[in-house]
């Protein structure tokens, strides 16, 4: 096992690439389940959630290949199998993503049950209720989704849950009607930029949907899909996490491969607290028409006090939450964060407090006393996003901060630890 070294007080300086968005790379991976020939998808990051998917997918006959170019070849080789089995999917939740393809396609689809994890319960009854619609049986045997239905017909599908839409349950019902007959409209659809991105590869493929980005998505059933080459967006949430690492420790930094719109609200808050946040240069453009750029983040460090909310799309989202937790922690005054997507997704405010943060966690709301300093000591990581808030809470603290349980954070960032370490940070990993 190994462990995360932080010497902390460095500020950053420099330029950062982002790399290719994982909540957009798994379920297009997962959407060539419904093609023909191969397709190659580029930016896809090197991370584990990736390679998990990869075996799922080569069990289901896929044949996956890591080009010297970097971009990732996807080939359906034969459609025999339809389960992706439980010591697959338990260690990624997103393996869901399989159920809609493998239906809509094979006909059948056998998936087990993804477990609760850290950040709380993960229902998928909202997936269930939406190939249901589309005319599959569906019953749960043996901790296993078992969903049969010969071609799915279009049906009007609505998929509110107690928190909002579902961004998987919604790429679940996409691409289970895209080889349907006839027309199925998602109403109440997650309009997150992963899921549109996912659009995006279905409609380059052959598929006919419209309403991208909107409540209500358009899915007219075709009789094909074909592999085609594509490009993934740049992933939102590892430029909002290296926003907030600019912020934390002051400096400059320059992010290169941005979306901005994807991330404005997040920007916006940055920016209200006291960095400073410059969009320059947007000049290459995204197969749905917008622009990539550069951020330049801008901090003395000296961050306000502010009330966040974590909502769908466009809202912050909830995997920035404990990065803002990290980054309050500091801030001159009281804030408070109400988490409205995830209500139990707190287990870093225990570890954030080991290293001197004064924050109460009470039901789904933290209050945050900001402290003047963090100071560096032994923690646990509990999920992606809460090791990269006690990554940034590290890159502050006095002296010397562990984090422990590392394989969380290479489920989500690729190499962070060098890439922080190219912008002046002081950090490592070592054998624990
Ligand atoms: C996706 O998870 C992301 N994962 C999550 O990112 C992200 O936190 C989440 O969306 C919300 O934005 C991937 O894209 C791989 P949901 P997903 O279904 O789709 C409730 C990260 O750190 N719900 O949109 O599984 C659910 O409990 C990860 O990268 C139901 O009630 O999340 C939650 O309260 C973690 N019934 C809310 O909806 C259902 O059937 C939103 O969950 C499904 C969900």
């Known amino acids: 096992m190994e462990k995360m070294v932080i010497e902390g007080g460095h500020p950053l300086y420099g330029r950062v690439k982002i790399n290719g968005a994982k909540n957009a790379a798994l379920p297009i991976m997962a959407a ?4 023909k020939g191969t397709s190659k998808l580029k930016g896809i990051p090197n991370l584990t959630d990736v390679t998990t998917l990869c075996k799922i997918l080569n069990h289901l006959g896929v044949v996956t290949e890591r080009r010297p170019d970097g971009s990732l070849e996807i080939a359906v080789k034969e459609e025999k199998n339809v389960t992706a089995p439980y010591d697959l999917v338990r260690t990624m939740r997103a393996s869901i993503c399989v159920l809609g393809p493998l239906l809509g396609k094979r006909g059948m689809a056998k998936v087990s049950i993804p477990g609760g994890c850290s950040i709380g319960p993960r229902p998928v009854n909202l997936h269930i209720k939406g190939i249901k619609s589309l005319g599959a049986q569906v019953k749960v045997k043996d901790g296993y989704i078992i969903a049969t239905g010969k071609r799915l017909k279009g049906n009007v599908v609505y998929l509110g849950g107690p928190y909002g839409s579902t961004v998987l349950g919604t790429c679940n019902v996409i691409m289970a009607a895209a080889l349907g007959e006839g027309r199925t409209i998602i109403d109440n659809a997650a309009c997150e930029p992963e899921v549109q ?10 598929a006919k949907i419209s309403g991208i980005g909107e409540k209500n998505l358009i899915i007219d059933g075709v009789d094909e899909l074909n592999g085609i080459e594509y490009e993934i967006i740049p992933d939102r949430i590892e430029a909002g996490t290296f926003m907030i690492a600019g912020a934390i420790i002051g400096g400059n ?40 750029c550069e951020c330049i983040v801008k901090s003395n460090g000296e961050i306000r006090p502010t009330n966040i909310t974590t909502l769908p799309y466009p809202g912050i989202p909830t995997d920035m939450q404990a990065q803002f937790t990290a980054l309050l922690s500091i801030a001159k005054g009281v804030s408070i ?13 225990a570890e954030l407090n080991r290293m001197g943060a004064n924050i109460r966690n009470e039901a789904a709301i933290a209050i945050i006393n900001g402290v003047p300093s963090l100071s560096g000591t032994t923690v646990m990581a509990s999920d992606l996003r809460a090791s990269a808030s006690l990554i940034l809470a ?23 630890e060098d890439r922080l370490s190219s912008l002046g940070a002081k950090i490592w990993r070592e054998k624990e």
């Open 32 to 35: 060539c389940l419904l093609t």
């Open 197 to 206: 991105d996912l659009v995006n590869f279905l409609n380059k493929a052959g």
């Open 253 to 292: 930094i320059v992010l290169e491969n941005d979306i901005a719109c994807h991330l404005t609200s997040v920007v916006d808050k940055l920016q209200e607290i006291g960095a400073d946040i410059q969009i320059s240069n947007e000049n290459k453009e995204s197969c749905n028409g917008t622009k990539y």
């Open 337 to 349: 964060i109400t988490e409205r997507i995830f209500p139990h997704r707190f287990m870093h405010v």
């Open 394 to 416: 590290g890159l502050v603290a006095e002296g010397i901060t562990e984090i422990r349980r590392l394989y969380h954070i290479d489920r989500g960032y690729e190499r962070l």
